[in-house]
């Protein structure tokens, strides 16, 4: 239960981070979801990515809409403001709070209920404007909280756990993003933490709209045969074209797989993602090479994971409207207010 | 040729231009009010115009009023008839005696006239085209050309609209004289060729003061530049865009850091209104000062996230354009139909604070002290203008602004606070007033954080469906609306001459009717208390002003009195001793309208004594 407080002592051997935090210290509350969610294995790979980067926990915001999804993040970073908004309605949200303050790391998460049904519009809009966050869809196919409906990720032909056929056309976020001009547009499975920490890791520290898709099982109602969004599915299906490292001046995030070729890409910040390529023909600097390949893939029912594109030099919404650096929500009335004599000229122009 | 004497009045009449849209004549139209203005005599215009672009009729009316009644009158003494689509009708609605002008150039059968009228016929058309042969060019300055005229007949001052020209187009001398040279072309014809002036004529005079002369809505967009809002969001709906619009003219000029350039202030136009009102409450729940302005199908659509503003208690403002409803209703045509929408906007029980301004002046105040009061109260404000105040230039007191004014930031726990070791919970009520202390997002490393929910929670926003935590928390939401009622604008209470059982409640662009309504019921010997309302909760002040009379007649323009259903309901009281007094086609109530409908009912009530009657 939420109000169920963990306790605060930990092993005084636990390793810190630069900052002299502990993992627990990025930690929530005890999670309320079902034994065996794939969204617990995603807030394991946030409070690891966060812990990693060094982040002070107080400096992220985290921003979520409704829904299974939606609850996770009073289950992290316990020291960060949070906010379960509205069904659908996290990227609007986020966007003001963004806008109020562009000096905090913004976290929005969503599932595809949330993103991609009822909240469809917001998703658009906000990776559309280029908004500074990262958007984490945890995407199970179906609506969890209130029991096992089809949501509007789920495959056509994938059955539900009570037997019955979507007959719908699926939408694919990733494709979407891509489409709308996400500067860092990536898929991962929740069950793969190696694959989605430095993803998570190399998102926060991009300066733009940051997208990423984790397949995630929901284990009470879409983890049986007939559906694609199930642990067994996803692994038999997983396509990754590369895995990643993020380098913020200090050792690399150790990873566990074969080497490959590597490409390193420096981002905004100076931060260095060293991408090693599984496919070697993928380019993640092709925004519409990248969106033939995520379709060719799926034509084979194929499930593409890993950086499908970044742009390491992109703008974000403050740079479009030319903010001032201060955040708007520290200034007052000595330099907002233009003052009595600038009105009593107003008032002399309207007469 | 006239069955009646044609109206002499001066300084007192109703001129109205029929145009068809997009045919530029707004400038030439409005340029003609603000001359009057130059003579130091007061005028009121309305623009009646379609919800369309262009080739549909549209209307200006100006009303010159020396007497400085700024509501609508009614009837017209003049019609400059330009649009032949709605001849018919405009020339069966000038009043007897009343003049129609019209563009002369092709004869028109004696059949589409008036008998009682007095026709004034100058051949715009053929004057125009000898002059210029550019279509767009032809279009622009027949307009001028027709003020020129209409200068001449009304015995104007062609100096001070030269100056408003000259005003007009600074550095663009070419445009500057030929403006200059079309007012003359129709003025020296209408000098030559008609006897000059008419009955309706304009007299310098010295009532307009030091007054201003502003759209509502753009005075509220100021009224949000000084009150310190650095976010809008909003979404293009009529009649409310202009607030956006003029934000955004308004930040231009003075919200820019003169040494880097950079904006001190965010503007998005969103992709609807539910992205409007949810980036209006993140950027609020993140500590800025946030608005977005909308009108009535827009508030239908954030009425979830109201709820939500409501509820986990994060402040907002919107500016609510009123237009006719229902559904698409009337977009272009007034009403203050919204009342109760925006009163209990949101399901579940739910109750918001509402601001009423009269005029542009109002507007520019209320606008500001909305943000003052969001934040103290971290909940939804309400600005209820409505089409006539946003979209019409009105007259009024020069807008003011004192340079020691501070920012009221409202309940807002530092980082210095919570090092002190103050107790922080989010939803406790420390000072009695239900209003419980916030954190901005980023505050503290360890301490003051919390999970903002629409679901309910403890004092310490700790999730909690237990029963009597979630009454706690609502009863501390109804102490803090009786907190607000100390807070928000207090009604301005105005007495007869004689003490009277009588009384009027009225509210928003009603004002300027109302207050000429009262001189015309007193003509009548009507004697009424008046109590103008400005917000909503309701002061204290409203339930002693309805103690104190028999019968409140209650003033608004909507169908279903909803601001009496509101008083009754948040009163308790009587509904038999309120009387509804309802305009709502779509146009700005009128003088006339009010007058009669108290006078008729004032007259009903009217029991003759038994002995005179039978004596």
């Known amino acids: ?351 | 040729m006239s069955d009646k004497k044609p109206i002499s009045s001066v300084n007192d009449f109703v001129v109205r231009f029929a145009n068809v849209n997009g045919s530029g004549s707004a400038s030439a139209n409005e340029m003609f009010a603000r001359a009057i203005l130059r003579h130091g005599v007061p005028v009121s215009p309305r623009n009646i115009f379609p919800s369309n672009i262009q080739g549909l009729p549209t209307w200006y009316e100006v009303r010159v009023t020396e007497a400085g009644h700024l509501g609508a009158r009614g009837g017209v003494d003049m019609m400059v008839a330009m649009n032949p689509q709605t001849w018919d009708k405009d020339v069966a609605g000038i009043e007897p005696g009343g003049y129609l002008f019209y563009d002369s150039t092709k004869p028109m059968p004696s059949t589409k006239f008036r008998d009682d009228i007095t026709v004034i016929g100058v051949p715009l058309t053929a004057i125009t085209n000898s002059t210029y042969t550019d279509p767009r060019q032809r279009q622009l300055f027949k307009n001028i050309i027709y003020l020129g005229a209409l200068s001449a007949l009304l015995d104007m001052d062609p100096k001070l609209i030269e100056q408003l020209i000259g005003e007009q187009y600074k550095g663009k001398e070419k445009l500057l004289s030929s403006n200059v040279h079309a007012l003359h072309l129709g003025r020296d014809w209408a000098l030559q060729n008609l006897k000059c002036p008419i009955g309706l004529q304009v007299k310098k005079s010295d009532k307009v003061g030091d007054r201003i002369f502003i759209e509502g809505n753009s005075a509220a967009a100021l009224g949000a530049v000084y009150g310190g809002a650095t976010v809008c969001a909003w979404y293009p709906i009529t009649p409310s865009s202009s607030v956006a619009e003029a934000f955004t003219a308004h930040c231009k000029k003075y919200r820019h850091d003169p040494e880097t350039g950079k904006a001190k202030y965010a503007i998005v136009q969103g992709e609807d209104e539910l992205a409007s009102i949810g980036i209006v409450i993140g950027a609020s729940w993140n500590g800025a000062r946030a608005f977005t302005a909308t009108s009535g199908p827009g508030i239908s659509l954030m009425t979830e996230f109201i709820g939500l503003s409501y509820f986990a208690e994060i402040p907002a403002v919107i500016m609510n354009i009123q237009r006719a409803g229902p559904s698409t209703g009337m977009p272009t045509r007034t009403q203050q139909c919204d009342i109760i929408a925006c009163a209990y906007a949101s399901h579940g029980d739910t109750k918001h604070v509402l601001l009423f301004p009269e005029d542009p002046a109002e507007a520019f105040e209320f606008a500001a002290a909305a943000f003052d009061l969001a934040e103290r109260l971290q909940t939804t404000i309400f600005l209820m203008l409505d089409l006539d105040i946003g979209m019409n230039h009105r007259l009024c007191r020069p807008l003011k602004w004192d340079d020691a004014r501070q920012y009221d930031r409202g309940k807002v726990m530092t980082a210095e606070m919570l090092e002190e070791g103050r107790d922080f919970g989010r939803y406790l009520d420390v000072d009695g007033d239900g209003i419980p202390y916030r954190t901005y997002p980023g505050t503290h490393p360890t301490k003051g954080s919390y999970f903002t929910r629409g679901t309910s929670r403890d004092r310490y926003a700790r999730y909690s469906e237990e029963g009597t935590v979630y009454a706690d928390n609502m009863q501390r939401l109804v102490r803090k609306f009786e907190t607000a009622q100390d807070l928000v604008p207090r009604p301005l209470q105005a007495n007869a001459e004689r003490p009277t059982k009588y009384g009027v409640i009225y509210f928003g662009s009603t004002s300027p009717a109302m207050d000429e309504a009262i001189g015309l019921l007193e003509a009548r010997g009507h004697q009424l208390d008046r109590l103008r309302i400005r917000a909503f909760p309701f002061h204290s002040s409203v339930a002693s002003f309805l103690a104190e009379h028999d019968f409140v007649y209650v003033v608004e323009q909507n169908r279903d009195s909803q601001l009496r259903q509101l008083v009754v309901n948040e009163n308790g009281i009587d509904p038999v001793r309120l009387v509804p007094i309802v305009h709502y086609d779509g146009t700005p109530i009128t003088a006339r309208f009010i007058a009669k409908a108290i006078g008729d009912h004032q007259d009903q009530l009217k029991v003759t004594p038994l002995r005179k009657a039978v004596s």
Do not use: W
């Not at chain 1, 966007?95 to 109020?100: E, F």
């Not at chain 1, 056929?165 to 976020?173: E, F, G, K, R, V």
């Not at chain 1, 090479?289 to 995520?294: M, R």
């Open chain 1, 1 to 351: 239960m939420t109000y169920i407080a963990k306790p605060k002592f930990h092993h005084p051997g636990l390793k810190k981070n630069d900052l002299g935090y502990t993992h627990r210290d990025y930690e929530g509350k005890i999670s309320t979801l079902c034994a065996g969610c794939g969204h617990d294995s995603i807030t394991a790979s946030i409070i690891e990515a966060c812990f990693e980067l060094s982040i002070e926990p107080h400096r992220v915001a985290k921003i979520s809409g409704i829904g299974c999804s939606s609850k996770t993040p009073d289950y992290f970073l316990g020291n960060s403001h949070g906010f379960n908004s509205v069904h659908g309605r996290m990227p609007s949200v986020l966007t003001g709070a963004n806008l109020a303050n562009r000096d905090l790391i913004y976290l929005g998460v969503s599932g595809d209920g949330d993103s991609a049904s009822i909240g469809f519009g917001q998703f658009a809009h906000s990776i559309r404007r280029g908004v500074n966050m990262t958007y984490i869809v945890e995407n199970n196919g179906v609506y969890g909280l209130t029991k096992g409906q089809f949501s509007a990720t789920a495959d056509r032909g994938s059955k539900s756990k009570k037997g019955v056929t979507n007959t719908d056309n699926a939408i694919d976020l990733v494709a979407i993003a891509l489409q709308l001009g996400a500067t860092f547009v990536a898929r991962s499975f929740s069950g793969d933490k190696t694959q989605l920490v430095p993803l998570i890791a190399a998102a926060i520290r991009h300066k733009g709209a940051s997208f990423i898709d984790v397949i995630s099982p929901c284990i009470a109602f879409n983890n049986h045969a007939g559906s694609t969004k199930s642990f067994d599915y996803v692994r038999e299906h997983n396509d990754a074209v590369n895995r990643l490292d993020v380098l913020v001046g200090r050792d690399p995030i150790a990873v566990d797989y074969a080497p490959g070729t590597v490409q390193v890409v420096e981002q905004h910040d100076g931060s260095k993602i060293a991408l090693r390529k599984i496919d070697a023909d993928y380019d993640p600097h092709d925004r519409l090479g990248a969106q033939t390949f995520l379709a060719r893939h799926a034509a084979k029912g194929q499930i593409v994971t890993g950086l499908l594109y970044v742009d390491p030099d992109a703008e974000d919404l403050h740079a479009h409207l030319n903010t001032v650096e201060t955040p708007l929500n520290t200034l007052e009335a000595d330099t907002l207010c233009p003052g009595s004599a600038v009105l009593d000229r107003i008032n002399a122009s309207l007469r």
